[in-house]
């Protein structure tokens, strides 16, 4: 039987509630999903991809259905290695359509049997970037309900560990 295999691509740095919604109503539409935490360490992220990838699995889990790993390199080749043929896409805004599109017919010209699917959150969320919260923690605004509880806790040490500068 074909298994209808999903991947997921982003920073999730950090992952926030924009991601979750993202995750659980993609999760039934496929046989397994792959959440990808592409390995750009920037200098200005604010946790290691190993602790962006630690951090999803302890929210969403790790099992047969779902599974959390982390990615460089060409989106496609990646989708190979896992055995998907959908990229699956949060789509915030019209601001967010432009470079989607291009990207989405991008990894189609690169590999023509993958197809991206776009879903929307929750109303709620779909004002939310990683980048946003940031900036909003490190002006101490309350983000509750937009960032789950131990994301909230890890943004808290790493801001006193690194003097209020991020991880850099
Ligand atoms: P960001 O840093 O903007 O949160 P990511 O690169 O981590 O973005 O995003 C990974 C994927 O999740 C992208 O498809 C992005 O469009 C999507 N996404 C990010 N935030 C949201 C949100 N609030 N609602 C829906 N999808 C989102």
């Known amino acids: 039987m074909i298994q ?19 995750i659980a ?3 039934p539409m496929f046989d397994r999903l792959v959440v990808a935490v592409l390995e750009n360490e920037e200098k200005r992220a604010m946790f290691s991809v190993a602790e962006r990838v630690e951090m999803i699995r302890d ?8 599974q959390v790993e982390s990615f460089s390199g060409l989106l496609v080749d990646f989708l190979d290695r896992v055995g998907a043929t959908t990229i699956v896409r949060g ?3 019209v601001s967010d359509f432009e470079y989607e599109f291009q990207m989405a017919l ?13 879903m929307t959150p929750k109303e709620d969320y779909s004002y939310l970037s990683s980048r946003l919260v940031k900036e909003v923690f490190r002006l101490g605004g309350n983000l509750e309900g937009l960032v789950p509880p131990p994301v909230l806790a890890r ?4 801001l006193r560990e690194s003097g209020g500068a991020g991880r850099a």
């Open 25 to 27: 109503r993609c999760r």
């Open 155 to 158: 943004m808290a040490s790493r």
């Open 106 to 118: 991008m990894n189609r010209r690169l590999n023509p049997r993958v197809e991206t699917v776009f």
């Open 91 to 93: 789509l915030r805004a």
């Open 59 to 66: 929210l969403v889990g790790s099992d047969g259905h779902c």
């Open 4 to 22: 209808r295999v999903a991947v997921y691509p982003g920073s999730f740095d950090p992952v926030h509630h924009g991601h979750l919604d993202i």
